[in-house]
Structures are given as C-alpha cells and as structure tokens.
C-alpha cells in the first residue's frame, strides 16, 4: 500500500539548516559592521598624522600624536563590541567601556588639533566616540545630523584659515573622512539593529510555532481520548446491564470495550509519532529556567547548530536527567552542555552531588536514559567523582536524507 511520506523530518532539517545558515549569516553581518566602523577610524588616525608630518611638526609631537591616536583607535573598540552585547534597554553610558575611549579622544583630539591647526582634527575623536554610545533611535539620527553639520562647518573654517596657504593633502583628506564618519558609523549600527530585530523576531516566530504545535496536540489528544473514553464508558454500562440476563451479549460488550481501548493506545501512538518534537534549544531553555527556579546556578553552553541534533532521542534524556538533579542533587549548581564533534552530538549534564547518597540513588532513571541511547545507537557515561555527578549521553549526527526516507519507510509500512 502506497502513500504520502511524512514531511515533518525533511522540514524539520530544512528548517535546523535555514537557521543554521541565518546564524552564521548575523555574525558575518557583524564583522562587516564592526571593519566597517574600524577602517574608517583607521583612515583618521592615518591622515591625522600624515597632517601632523605635514606641518612640520618635530619627532617628539609626531610620536606622541602616532600614540595616541592609535590608543583612540583601540580605546574605540570597547564602546564598539559593547554595542553588540547591549540589552533592549541600555544605558547610555557604561563608564568601564566608555571612558577609556572618551580620556584617548580627548588626549588625541587635543595634540592633532594644536599641531595641525585643523578644527577637524581636534573635535572629530570626541565625537566619534559620542557616536558609539547607545542612544534611543530619533536622538541618534539627530546626533548625526548635528555632528555632520558641525564637521562640515568646522571643515569650512580650517579650509577658509587656510586658504592664504596650501592646505596640505592629508589636511584635505582628513576632513573629508571626518565629514564621513558619524555617518557611516551611525548606518552601519542602524544596519545591526535591523538584522538583530529581524533575528528576535524570527525567534519569537518559533517559539510561537512551538507553542501553538503544543496546543494542537493537545487538542488532537483531548479529541481522541474523549471520544474513545465515551464510548468506552457505554460499552461498559451496557454489558454490565446485559451481564444479568444475556451474558453471551454482556461479554460481547467487554470484547467491544477491550477492542476500543487498543483502538485509543493505537491512535494515541499514532499522534504522538506525527508530532513533532520541541527543538532541542527550547528543551535546554526550558531545563534551565527549572533549575533556577529551584534555586540552582545554572550554566548551559549549546552549539549554534543544536537545532539540527536529534530532538527525539536527547529531548527526553535531557528532561529525565533535569529531573534527575532536582530529586537527587545537592541543589547549588549544574552545567549542561550540547556539542557537535566528529559526526556525533554530545549532551552532558554535571551537577554537585549528595556527599551521603547511596551510589545507585539515579539508578532507575538512568536505566531509562540508556536504553533511550542504545535505541538512537548511543551511549551513556556516568561519572561521579568526588562532590560532582556527570551524565554524557552521546548520540551519531543524523543525516536529514536518510531520516526522511526511514520515515517515509514507517509511514508506507
């Protein structure tokens, strides 16, 4: 008999490998933002001194402008990575990151300036470093168009003080990069904040999927045990009711009943084969959030492709083993970890143990996590060693072609 194969597992993967992709994608962004803002900087620093060399300026001045500039341009990056990790609601000014670069720009902004004579040159630093600071959306846009019209300004004036004599070429190319750089740096963060939201987004999208995957199946299983339970509960009340006078038909109802009970155990097994299972990212989430809720200190490190990892066979081991350290645990920290190595997925769990606890105090729950990995082909290792407790269960990667097709092999069967 032929059918349709099942597309969930294909879908699933194509889904795991699209986000894969989009990860990979939002770091490279990143980079291209942050050598973007980098270089720009760079090319200030350059022409700053290549003014100061310009000007005539003595070895002592030259060196201590090269230094200083190169100290704003590291300081610079602080306030610039910061910028990446920040929250939904940050700060406008945190000091440990902003005032190495806001001391580096003052110094440098002050020495170029003097030497070179360019207004430019001395206020530019300051301002890029106003730039890099994380402010609200409208005050930004008009914080850019603010210091753009004031380097525009102030390049008009070094250009108008210099008219009666050459302006040299690096004096001539600092202004213009000056003119340019709040711009550019102000773009390209608008550019990051853009693709975060479109990541926060696309997040909040799967769990909502997840979510309403969830309500389905419990609506599909409220259906199905409803209807079978009621018609259970009438062939019961019927051969009780026959049993007195017409046995033969009272246990014909029994029959009925016992047949409908399989009917439901079957369809129940069938539901639950058709669902698809929570992603592995939101089973660790769900682990922690349990754990300190519990009072534990928790800390998980997951791979960034742990979508691709098999969902049916660690989904439960992470959820008996989370269970595990809240019954048997010393309850003052856990570490869970999901790694991807050599064709394998690697999930461990460690927690302090109970320093009087018998050795076999896991032992049921463990028997469960081992044959849930000899099934998925795995292993389990257990550790305990001094005051810690470790579970690594390890499992082959699988492969989303041949998943789809042994799916499609139990679905025609």
Do not use: C
Not at 193 to 207: G, N
Not at 276 to 292: I, M, T
């Amino acid at each position: 008999m032929s059918s349709q194969p099942d597309p969930a597992s294909a879908s699933d993967a194509a889904e795991a490998r699209r986000a894969l992709v989009l990860t990979r994608s939002i770091n490279v962004t990143w980079w291209y933002v942050a050598s973007s803002v980098v270089f720009f900087e760079l090319m200030v620093a350059v022409f700053s001194v290549a003014a100061v060399v310009e000007a005539g300026a003595g070895n002592v001045a030259r060196a201590a402008v090269g230094v200083t500039a190169l100290l704003w341009w590291l300081a610079t990056l602080l306030p610039l990575f910061e910028y990446r990790r920040r929250t939904t609601a940050p700060a406008l000014v945190i000091w440990r990151h902003h005032l190495a670069p806001f001391l580096a720009a003052a110094v440098f902004g002050l020495l170029a300036g003097l030497i070179t004579g360019q207004w430019v040159a001395g206020i530019l630093p300051l301002i890029q470093v106003l730039m890099l600071l994380n402010w609200p959306p409208g005050v930004r846009l008009r914080m850019v168009l603010a210091a753009t019209a004031l380097l525009v300004a102030l390049a008009v004036i070094d250009f108008r003080l210099a008219s009666g004599e050459s302006m040299s070429a690096s004096g001539f190319q600092l202004g213009v990069f000056a003119v340019m750089l709040p711009a550019v740096t102000v773009s390209s963060l608008w550019w990051w904040d853009v693709l975060v939201a479109l990541d926060r987004a696309r997040a909040s999208e799967a769990k909502l999927a997840a979510t309403q995957e969830r309500l389905r199946l419990a609506t599909d299983v409220h259906d199905l045990q409803g209807h079978h339970l009621q018609v259970i509960a009438l062939q019961l009340e019927l051969a009780e009711r026959l049993m007195p006078r017409d046995p033969d038909a009272g246990m014909e109802q029994l029959r009925a009943a016992r047949a409908s009970v399989d009917d439901a155990r079957q369809g129940t097994r069938d539901l639950a084969t058709r669902f698809r299972s929570v992603p592995l990212s939101d089973e660790l989430a769900n682990a922690v959030d349990l754990l300190r809720a519990a009072g534990t200190k928790v800390e998980a490190t997951v791979a960034p492709d742990a979508s691709l990892a098999p969902a049916s066979a660690l989904g439960p081991v992470i959820r008996e083993t989370t269970t595990n350290v809240l019954r048997h645990g010393g309850g003052k920290w856990a570490h869970l970890s999901l790694t991807h190595t050599d064709g394998s997925w690697r999930y461990e769990i460690s927690n302090d143990a109970v320093v009087d606890a018998p050795e076999n105090a896991d032992g049921a729950g463990l028997d469960g996590i081992a044959r849930r990995a000899a099934e998925a082909d795995g292993n389990l290792e257990v550790n305990r060693e001094d005051r810690t407790f470790t579970v690594v269960v390890t499992v082959p990667a699988e492969d989303p072609a041949e998943s789809s097709t042994e799916n499609e092999k139990k679905v025609a069967g």
